[in-house]
């Protein structure tokens, strides 16, 4: 039990490691392990993601990771659970280490060439993005809606702010073909303070402006 739990911390901070190392949000890990893009996360999809950093993880120790981040036990992970788990994750100094080449070589149990794509191309994140807020703006004036009455509509949990979810719902609401790349860039314009939610004064400010 202890050996599962150690290695599992293990494998998290790897995790944690290998975003770090390649400049990977929350945001854009969160969308990668949600394969069929439900906008939550399944144990098998977080447990796919795992076996990449390290292949040996048993399916009892995937579960176990789950449930560290299942906070809610509903069985999926949102993006809340997600994000908010993998900033507790305390990465071990690179003092631990013995050599470089051993701290290389936990960042690199991460398949590169599969992390590397979701840096996508900064000039093709813009587009998107500005693509998606118009659309937005266009149902808004068409429709006349008021603005704060759309972001309550889509604060499901109340709590004032809009996270990646209540954000896809409503941006998907309005345009069914927007892509994930296309949400989460457009969350990313939104989100001005980098808090990973938009108040309702970001939520004003994008769409007025």
Avoid: C, W
Wanted: aromatic share 10%; hydrophobic share 35%.
């Amino acid at each position: 039990m202890q050996a599962a739990d150690q290695h599992v911390t293990e494998v998290l901070q790897k995790l944690k490691m290998a975003m770090k190392h390649y400049n990977i949000s929350n945001i854009d890990g969160y969308f990668k392990m949600d394969k069929d893009n439900n906008f939550v996360i399944s144990v098998s999809e977080f447990g796919e993601t795992l076996k990449q950093v390290d292949p040996t993880l048993t399916a009892y120790e995937i579960q176990i990771a789950f449930d560290r981040f299942d906070t809610n036990k509903s069985g999926t992970l949102d993006f809340s659970e997600f994000s908010s788990n993998i900033d507790k994750i305390q990465i071990p100094d690179a003092k631990t280490y013995t050599t470089k080449e051993q701290l290389q070589e936990s960042q690199q149990n991460v398949s590169k060439s599969d992390l590397e794509k979701l840096q996508n191309d900064q000039a093709q994140l813009q587009t998107a993005a500005d693509r998606a807020i118009n659309k937005l703006k266009q149902a808004v004036i068409y429709y006349n809606i008021n603005l704060y009455d759309l972001f309550r509509k889509y604060d499901s949990t109340k709590d004032g702010v809009l996270d990646i979810n209540e954000f896809a719902r409503l941006i998907l609401q309005m345009e069914p073909n927007l892509e994930i790349t296309d949400i989460i860039a457009a969350f990313g314009k939104f989100d001005t303070d980098q808090s990973y939610s938009i108040s309702i004064s970001e939520f004003q400010d994008a769409i007025k402006n």
